[in-house]
């Protein structure tokens, strides 16, 4: 039986082009979410915001975070695109987070790591849900490399959680669209890049 860690790993590996905008489930199924932002006429870049304090640079490239302590398994995936909603191909997507205590590694590279988005602008990882920590709710961090050493430091942020309204760094815009549980439990947030 294929494993969903096998299977990402396969997808990744043969530059899978999720189908109108789907992302996989943990049995291998599909499950629509809607792309974040949308883009409609007036697509406008992904908002920035810090990359605090705990950013380490060289991060090793891999996808998958879930041999790095314990937590609630979360599948995060989207596109990388230009304001024209075009894809990007070969953007170095950046991930890096909190474990599920609200605890991150400074000394090594536990729950961090990057992967280069597919010829469609595809990037996934296969993580736990960070815990939260002091007034910070819980969220990912990402940076995203398309030319050169510039890019777009962001961070991404659950709709469900209660934390959201006391963090003073929490942007509504900045929201992932959330599918499953348990095992199957999905984010997707499109990255939208100003070249």
């Known amino acids: 039986m294929i494993t969903r860690r ?8 043969a530059g899978l082009v999720f189908p109108t905008w789907q992302m996989l489930s943990s049995n291998g199924a599909m499950a629509a979410l809607a792309p974040t932002p949308d883009c409609g006429s007036f697509p406008t870049p992904t908002p920035r915001q810090s990359a605090g304090p705990f950013f380490l640079p060289n991060s090793p490239e891999r996808h998958d975070f ?11 995936a989207g596109f990388v695109v230009d304001t024209a909603c075009e894809p990007i ?11 599920n205590g609200g605890d991150y590694d ?9 992967v280069r988005s597919g010829d469609n602008g595809a990037y996934a990882f296969q993580t736990i849900r960070p815990g939260r920590y002091g007034s910070r709710t819980p969220h990912y961090h990402l940076k995203v490399f398309v ?5 777009l430091t962001t961070q991404l942020y ?5 934390a959201n ?3 003073g760094l929490y942007d509504p815009n900045l929201l992932m669209r959330l599918s499953g549980e348990g095992e199957s439990a999905s984010g997707r947030f499109d990255l939208i890049v100003s070249l």
């Open 89 to 99: 191909a070969g953007a170095v997507v950046e991930l890096w987070h909190a474990d």
């Open 6 to 13: 096998k299977l990402i790993q396969n997808s990744l590996a």
């Open 106 to 114: 400074n000394g090594g590279y536990r729950f961090r790591g990057h």
């Open 66 to 76: 879930t041999g790095d302590g314990p937590g609630a398994p979360m599948f995060i």
């Open 147 to 151: 030319e050169g050493p510039r890019a």
């Open 158 to 162: 659950f709709p469900d959680a209660k």
């Open 165 to 167: 309204v006391r963090d």
